[in-house]
T-cell receptor, first 113, second 116 residues
């Protein structure tokens, strides 16, 4: 089955700096790669996603890059702010389509004011 | 209010007891999912449902039972709770991709279950 590895597990950055989280996946059939943000005491919320026919996608301060050959994708957060402090999960579709997702273990990002 | 709601938000029970976690969504989403979140394991899929009366096992289904008699409800039952089922449980829903061209999962706020 699909195996999604996420690293580092914890990341501390100074406010205003950039944060990068990397994920690798194992199933070459995966074609959908979302990122979810989970704030304390809440459910995860989608922040950005990318499909396998695209190499990069941006939405204001966040971007995701995908390297299908190497089977890895990354989340980039620029000009980090305290409200970016949260747990971030990457995920990959299991097989073709996105009926099910395999999630990484999560990454705690702490933005230091 | 529209959305996805879980109940109870907090539950303490004893080993061997039956517990049911409720999930209700108002969007008429076809897909619904149950995940558990544990430190060091992230989110793991327990069961999912593609439509009413259609359910399937996920990654960690043992010890759990689900049903989906109505599109909007997807209860998760622990028939005989064990300490290893202490966790935070998240319900999620998703529209049919073909209709909205999105794979976004909408998560509830979670149900924290402690089994003593």
């Amino acid at each position: 089955g699909e195996n999604v590895e996420q690293h580092p597990s914890t990341l501390s950055v100074q406010e205003g700096d950039s944060a990068v989280i990397k994920c690798t996946y194992s199933d070459s059939a995966s074609n959908y790669f979302p990122w979810y943000k989970q704030e304390l005491g809440k459910g995860p919320q989608l922040i950005i996603d990318i499909r396998s026919n695209v190499g990069e996608k941006k939405d204001q301060r966040i971007a995701v890059t995908l390297n299908k050959t190497a089977k890895h994708f990354s989340l980039h957060i620029t000009e980090t702010q305290p409200e970016d402090s949260a747990v971030y999960f990457c995920a990959a579709s299991i097989g073709y389509g996105n009926n099910r997702l395999a999630f990484g273990k999560g990454n705690q990002v702490v933005v230091i004011p | 209010d529209a959305g996805i709601t879980q109940s109870p938000r907090y539950k303490i029970t004893e080993t061997g007891r039956q517990v049911t976690l409720m999930c209700h969504q108002t969007w008429s989403h076809s897909y619904m999912f149950w995940y558990r979140q544990d430190l060091g394991h992230g989110l793991r899929l327990i069961y999912y449902s593609a439509a009413a009366d259609i359910t399937d096992k996920g990654e960690v289904p043992d010890g759990y039972v689900v049903s989906r008699s109505k599109t909007e409800n997807f209860p998760l039952t622990l028939e005989s709770a064990t300490r290893s089922q202490t966790s935070v449980y998240f319900c999620a829903s998703r529209a049919l991709e073909a209709r909205l061209n999105t794979g976004e999962l909408f998560f509830g706020e979670g149900s924290r279950l402690t089994v003593l």
